[in-house]
């Protein structure tokens, strides 16, 4: 099924604040008269918002004199409302700033529709501005587009297809989106499809939208964007109408990896929703991450010599285009399933993101030193830490009893790579303990 109609479409960089907002003004004038309506530089034009920067807090975002979004949280997105029309300076402030966080002059048509987009991270962000034209159509037909404001993210080909269809000789849609950039308008015919999301030149859906209706007539835009998983991504669906109409999209997608990390238990497997998602991982052993539906599920696990037996179990969320860590821990009797939110997008150039978990049982608190300077205090049985950020190296590790200097492990030689995400796990019994590290991304 191929697009019969593309109309060029807008592409945006992600860059330091200052560059940013130089190219930002740039592009945004040049592409002022780009929007629907003819109009001119005077009067209003109306804009939406969507905030899609994860992590990032509540933006509100000022044009001129005016307010385009007040304090909207991640995943947030207004309708259009009216601003002024022409040169105008736009901010944009999460919450707890001092000072706007984008700062950009920008042009723009009177009487035009605008879609901006705010992605990135907390302390990497970006802001896109996209004229909303409506492309030509005819009878029958639909218009979809797409934007890809999944920070860290290659490439996007789009497929939509009967219900259930397979990928595997199909052609995209729309093909390669590139990060920061927005798709022309495929004009397709009417009607009720699956929209899937996959890598570049890969048949690796990395967004499942269900089947969605699309009506004759109608134009929608489709905003991909991270949640914080290393490969899946989440979007939200705009309508290009007069109200300035859209929703969350949610994916039917999730991920989970295994960790075994329960002493004295022999290899485990576990089950979602009764149905085996790994198998036979030993004691200190860690899957790669499994596609699984999102939604509230029933985990289950039992070990591989007893199977039937139940020794630890759980409902994760999985909440759309996540991942999520479940680690099995306890002594015999007493296993249980811890489950950690993965944070898996790019860390600060030539810095690695870790984290530690305290898995030990009965071990209590321990502090973590890098270096021997304290990074982590007082980490709680079954806990993990925020993520630290270190510079790509290799580091000595100590787990030292809570508000003491009792070295419990020290790991002299933990490697760690700029650009990745890793957690290490404290694992074992008093006496027997062990490092265990697990690269997330």
């Not at 945006?12 to 309506?37: D, K, N, P, Q, T």
């Not at 000072?99 to 962000?125: F, K, M, R, V």
């Not at 300035?244 to 990896?257: I, Y």
Request: glycine share 12%.
């Amino acid at each position: 099924m191929k697009p019969t109609h593309l109309l060029l479409g807008f592409t945006g960089v992600l860059l330091g604040r200052a560059a940013r907002i130089a190219l930002l003004g740039v592009l945004a004038m040049a592409l002022g008269s780009c929007g629907s309506g003819g109009g001119s530089s005077s009067g209003t034009a109306q804009m939406r918002v969507v905030n899609a920067i994860f992590q990032g807090g509540a933006a509100t975002v000022t044009v001129g004199t005016g307010t385009a979004a007040t304090a909207l949280g991640f995943e947030g997105l207004t309708s259009y409302v009216s601003v002024p029309a022409g040169t105008q300076e736009i901010k944009v402030t999460l919450a707890g700033a001092t000072s706007p966080n984008i700062d950009s002059t920008n042009a723009l048509t009177g009487g035009a529709n605008y879609s901006y987009i705010l992605w990135g991270t907390g302390s990497t962000l970006g802001a896109l501005l996209v004229p909303d034209g409506i492309p030509t159509l005819s009878t029958g037909q639909f218009g979809v587009r797409v934007t890809n404001a999944a920070f860290g993210t290659a490439g996007l080909d789009v497929y939509l297809t009967a219900p259930g269809a397979s990928l595997d000789t199909a052609s995209p849609n729309i093909s390669n989106v590139l990060s920061s950039t927005t798709s022309g308008f495929a004009a397709l015919t009417a009607g009720s499809f699956q929209v899937r999301f996959t890598l570049h030149n890969s048949k690796q859906v990395i967004y499942d939208a269900g089947t969605l209706a699309f009506a004759s007539g109608s134009s929608y835009y489709f905003v991909a964007y991270t949640k914080g998983s290393g490969t899946l991504v989440n979007a939200a669906l705009l309508k290009m109408d007069t109200a300035g109409s859209g929703s969350l999209s949610n994916s039917n997608n999730a991920q989970f990896k295994l960790i075994h990390a329960a002493p004295g238990t022999a290899p485990i497997n576990a089950m979602v929703n009764g149905v085996v998602a790994f198998a036979n991982v030993p004691y200190q052993g860690v899957t790669s991450y499994a596609a699984e539906a999102s939604g509230t599920q029933t985990l289950t696990v039992e070990t591989a010599t007893s199977p039937g037996a139940v020794i630890a179990s759980a409902q994760p969320p999985f909440s759309p285009a996540t991942d999520t860590s479940v680690v099995v821990t306890g002594l015999p009797g007493a296993q249980t399933a811890l489950l950690l939110n993965d944070n898996n997008v790019p860390s600060t150039a030539g810095s690695a993101r870790v984290r530690f978990a305290n898995v030990a049982p009965n071990l209590g608190a321990v502090d973590v030193l890098v270096n021997f300077a304290t990074k982590v205090s007082a980490l709680a049985t079954n806990a993990a830490s925020s993520y630290v950020e270190l510079a790509e190296d290799t580091y000595t590790i100590n787990f030292d009893l809570a508000g003491t200097t009792t070295a419990v492990l020290t790991l002299p030689s933990v490697a760690v790579t700029a650009g990745r995400t890793y957690t290490l796990y404290l694992v074992g019994t008093s006496g027997q303990l062990a490092g265990v590290l697990t690269r997330d991304d």
